[in-house]
């Protein structure tokens, strides 16, 4: 006999069971977001047990404060926005936090220019062959050179696929913004991954 | 951002419309330099899933859920007002528009004048002093309803004080203090 599947619950409805003391549900929440917020946290803060710490806490969070959850947004960008505030406060207590504003003059200054983290790690060899494992690994650096506002959006958008509205809510600013960062973090990471885009490296 | 690369960015993001869509997956046809970026934006897109899929690999969520609930368990110190209230602030004023706050202006000087014109009206309601000296039976007038409306005064007719003593129907004494402009 095959077993039945459990019910399915929409995330307001584990929500409101939530409220009301269900245990199994608020399991059934955090079995449906940990990797995502995971990999946000990750993406964020770059140490997984750093990262696992902060989902913990984040969903610890979620659950003390459901209560004021008011459902005018989707619970996963409330969840998504309390993670990316703690993994801020991390990278602040841990004084790895650098404001957009110094992040903007850095980046007209430098302009953008040279080949990037592959450039320099490659020295004179840019035609290396390098495993795609190996090419993710320098796009993670390269993510850790961006300020935390950039890392956050661009993470939203290239793992969770999230839209510049949801964004927009998790973060608590206008779509413009979302734009400009977007645009901001994905030509940082263009400008340091140069070599890769440009077909001058070989991937395996 | 240049128009054309805001643009771009939205067509890659699936945030144009369908025939904003259109338009632009025509015009990149004939643009190398528009196909090339989209290209670059797709070669990262496909980085950042090697990385994640990296990360999904070696990380295990087994018990993860129970680990949350013990560590709820542990934290039972109840959460204190002002951070309950500050919670509830940033989650009302993240999802409202600034549009609520003259709107609530308006509310709030609507309770006022409400409130004000209630007072207003609750002074009107104080029943006028009856006049003493043709009976020992007073009927008042204009009270609310909280005030027995028929009293038997058991000061003599004459007396001339503000402060005097009322037997209402059912025998209850009352005080009362007269302030007689």
């Known amino acids: 006999m095959a077993a039945a599947n459990p019910k399915e619950y929409s995330d307001i409805e584990l929500v409101n069971r939530c409220r009301n003391g269900d245990e199994m549900a608020f399991s059934q929440l955090v079995q449906r977001y940990q990797r995502k917020v995971y990999t946000i946290a990750l993406g964020m803060v770059k140490n997984p047990d750093d990262a696992m710490d902060i989902a913990q806490e984040g969903f610890v969070k979620v659950h003390r404060y459901i209560g004021n959850f008011q459902g005018s947004s989707s619970f996963y960008t409330w969840l998504y926005r309390i993670v990316v505030n703690l993994c801020i406060d991390h990278l602040r207590k841990n004084g790895r936090y650098a404001s957009d504003e110094y992040d903007e003059r850095t980046h007209n200054r430098e302009g953008g220019q040279g080949r990037g983290v592959l450039s320099s790690n490659l020295g004179n060899n840019p035609s290396a062959n390098l495993g795609r494992k190996e090419l993710a690994a320098y796009l993670q650096r390269a993510i850790e050179d961006l300020p935390p506002y950039h890392r956050a959006v661009i993470l939203m958008r290239e793992i969770e696929g999230m839209s510049y509205s949801d964004m927009a809510d998790t973060l608590n600013i206008s779509k413009g913004t979302v734009m400009s960062r977007l645009h901001h973090a994905r030509q940082k990471l263009q400008a340091a991954l140069q070599l890769y885009l440009e077909g001058d490296l070989s991937v395996d | ?181």
């Open chain 2, 1 to 181: 951002m240049k128009q054309d690369e805001k643009i771009l960015a939205q067509y890659y993001d699936g945030e144009l419309n369908e025939r904003k869509s259109a338009e632009v997956k025509k015009q990149l046809d004939s643009s190398h330099e528009g196909a090339l970026a989209l290209e670059n934006m797709t070669k990262i897109s496909q980085l950042f899933q090697v990385l994640h899929e990296q990360s999904q690999e070696s990380t295990s969520f087994e018990g993860f859920d129970k680990r949350v609930i013990n560590a709820i368990r542990s934290q039972k110190t109840p959460v204190p007002f002002s951070e309950k209230l500050r919670v509830w602030a940033t989650e009302f004023f993240a999802h409202r528009k600034l549009v609520w706050i003259p709107a609530a202006s308006v509310a709030g000087a609507a309770c006022v004048a409400v409130l004000a014109v209630g007072l207003q009206n609750s002074k009107q309601m104080i029943p006028t002093m009856p006049d003493r000296t043709d009976s020992s039976t007073w009927q008042a007038s204009g009270t609310t309803d909280s005030i027995v409306s028929t009293v038997a005064v058991t000061a003599p007719s004459e007396m001339n004080v503000e402060e005097f003593s009322l037997e209402t129907d059912n025998g209850q004494r009352i005080a009362v203090v007269w302030i007689d402009e």
